[in-house]
């Protein structure tokens, strides 16, 4: 890391009364935490659009089927 980059580190974490590791540590934990919620909304894409291209014109659903927002 250069030294600006560094310094601004330094003053950033001062002014939040921690230091340049925990700024970093939390950092990565947020990036760890944003990863999974992105897998995770991956996941739901896929499995929508594998339900949107499966699904036929001729495909009845009952009233309790098309009303269901929980998916």
């Given amino acids: 890391m250069d030294d600006d980059t560094y310094r601004l580190a330094r003053i950033k974490a001062a002014e939040r009364d921690t230091s340049v590791s925990a700024l970093v540590k939390q950092y990565l934990a947020d990036l760890a935490r944003d990863e999974g919620a992105f897998e995770r909304l991956a996941q739901e894409e896929?499995?929508?659009?594998?339900?949107?291209?499966?699904?036929?014109?001729?495909?009845?659903?009952?009233?309790?089927?098309?009303?269901?927002?929980?998916?």
């Avoid at 594998?50 to 089927?65: P, Q, Y």
Wanted: no cysteine.
């Fill in 46 to 71: 896929q499995a929508l659009r594998e339900r949107i291209l499966s699904f036929r014109a001729g495909d009845k659903l009952s009233r309790d089927e098309l009303y269901d927002r929980s998916r």
